[in-house]
């Protein structure tokens, strides 16, 4: 079983960046493949990236290129790096865990989630 706690979630101008973090515990973090999602008010949850246990890495369109996903298996936390954001990207971004979860595995299969941070870009 895996708690996640993010946090880095704040109010930044367009332009800015941010790095948000997910913090799990548990000792079978390395196994589990760790996803990033945001809901906007009024708006269903939507995928923004993952990192599998073995380092395989996928993006939703509207974030390549400006987010970057990473993990630390040692600290047992996940990263997202967010650079040139826009007014579009303000949501609450929450993590997520799934147990040998593949790039494509949809928000279903995802075993653990987080109580989510506030992300709000000004224009």
């Known amino acids: 079983q895996l708690q996640l706690v993010e946090s880095g979630g704040g109010l930044v101008q367009a332009g800015g960046s941010l790095r948000l973090s997910c913090a799990a515990s548990?000792?079978?973090?390395?196994?589990?493949?760790m996803g990033w999602f945001r809901q906007a008010p009024g708006k269903e949850r939507e995928f923004v990236a993952v990192?599998?246990?073995?380092?395989?890495?996928n993006y939703a369109d509207s974030v390549k290129g400006r987010f970057t996903i990473s993990r630390s298996n040692a600290k047992n936390t996940v990263y997202l790096q967010m650079n040139s954001l826009k007014p579009d990207d303000t949501a609450v971004y929450y993590c997520?865990?799934?147990?040998?979860?593949?790039?494509?595995?949809?928000?279903?299969?995802?075993?653990?989630w987080g109580q989510g941070t506030q992300v709000t870009v000004s224009s």
């Open positions: 997520a865990a799934n147990w040998a979860g593949a790039t494509s595995s949809p928000p279903a299969n995802y075993d653990y």
């Open positions: 990192i599998t246990s073995t380092g395989n890495i």
């Open positions: 548990g000792r079978t973090f390395n196994r589990y493949a």
